[in-house]
C-alpha cells in the first residue's frame, strides 16, 4: 500500500475489461488490487458495479486531450437534445453520451469541473444540464453509489429539461416577470420532460422518476407535486443538490455567479429543509471552497486558477498564474506554491464571461511536467 498515492476513481468500462489493464488499479484505500497489463478475471457484472481507483499520475498522463473529449460530447450533447424525438436512437445516443461523460470524469474529473460553464457552442440551458450532470455523477460517486445508479444520475441530469431547453435561453434573458403561460411550462417542465421520457423506447422508471422529482424539496416545498421527504427517490434528491449549486457557483450565464464559499453558506441557509442534508454534506465534502475552475487573487496581485482538486477544508497549495498583476493574459501560464510568501491567496477573483470563454484553455491542460512548480 502506497500511503502519500494520490487516487481518483475510475470506472471500469465492458471495453476495458476486454484487454490487460491499462493502468494500475486500486481499493478506495489505496491497496493496490491489480497491476497494469493484467486482466481482471472476476465475474463482469460484479466488477463493473463496484467502485475502483487508479493513481492521479497516471490519469495526468493523457489529459491534454481531456478537453478536446469534453467539448465533442458536449456539441453531440447539444445536437441530440436539440432534435430529440423520442426514438431508441434517441435513447441510445443518449445512453452512449451518459457512458462516455462518466468514462472522461472519473479519468479527469478536474478538467471537466474547471470546464463545464466555458465549453463552446450550445445554449446556456444545454451547458447548464451538461454541469449539472457532471456533478451529480460526482456526488454518487461520493456517496458510493455503484456505478449503474451513477450513470442514472448522468441520463437524468442531461434531460431533466428537456422540455424547456428550447426556450430556456430566450425566457433567462426576460426582465420582470415571465408571462402565466412561461411560469405554467416552467412549473410543469418536469412532469413534461418525464413524459416525453416515457415516450421514448428505452429508458426506465428510476430515470424517468428522477427528471419527474427533481424540483421537489424534501418539506413540501417544491413543485410540481409537492413531495415530501422519502417520497422523493434519492436520485431526485441528488440532482437537487447538483442542480442548486451550478445554477450558484458554476452558472454558464455568469449572471449572479457566486464564489463557491457563499455558494455553499447560501445553499446552507436558504435551502435549509429544502435539501438532502447528506447529499448537501457530500456535495460540501467534494467541492469546498475551491473547486477546480475557481480564481483567485494571489499577494503580488496575479490572478491564478484553481485547476486540481484540492482539500475541503484548506486553501489550494499549487495554482495556475493566467493573469499578470497589470491584468493582461500571460504569455505563459506560471505554476505558483501558494505557501511562498508572494503568491499568497489573498480573495476570490472574478473575470467576465467573455474573458473566461477568451482564456486559452488547452494550455492550461497541456503544461510541461518540468514547468510544474
Ligand atoms: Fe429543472
Known sequence: MENSLALQPCRLSPELLQGPLPFDLYSSNGILLSKQGSRLNSNVETLLAKSFFRAQRDAERDEAGALPLLQTLFSRYGELTERW????????ELKLLADDLAELCDAHSDVCVCMAPYLAGGSYATRHSFAVAIVALMLGSTLGWNAGRQVTLVRAAMTMNLSLLSNHDDWAGIRGRLSEYQQMSVHRHPCLSADLLAQSPGTDLRWISAV??????????????????EEIIPEARVLRVADTWCAMALHPSG????????????????????????VFLALKKLMGAYPPGTLIRLANRETALVHRWVS???APRAVLSIISPTGELMRKFRHRNTTQFGFRVRDYAQLNLLQMSRLPWQRVWAQDDDEKA
Request: with cysteine.
Open 312 to 314: 475541503a477544508v484548506s
Open 212 to 229: 419527474e422529482q427533481h424540483h421537489e424539496n424534501l418539506d413540501g416545498s417544491g413543485y410540481p407535486l409537492a413531495l415530501k421527504g
Open 85 to 92: 424525438s423520442c426514438t431508441i436512437e434517441d435513447v441510445c
Open 255 to 278: 449572471r449572479g455567479r457566486k464564489p463557491p464559499r457563499l455558494a455553499l453558506r447560501e445553499m446552507m441557509d436558504v435551502a435549509r429543509g429544502h435539501l438532502d442534508h447528506t
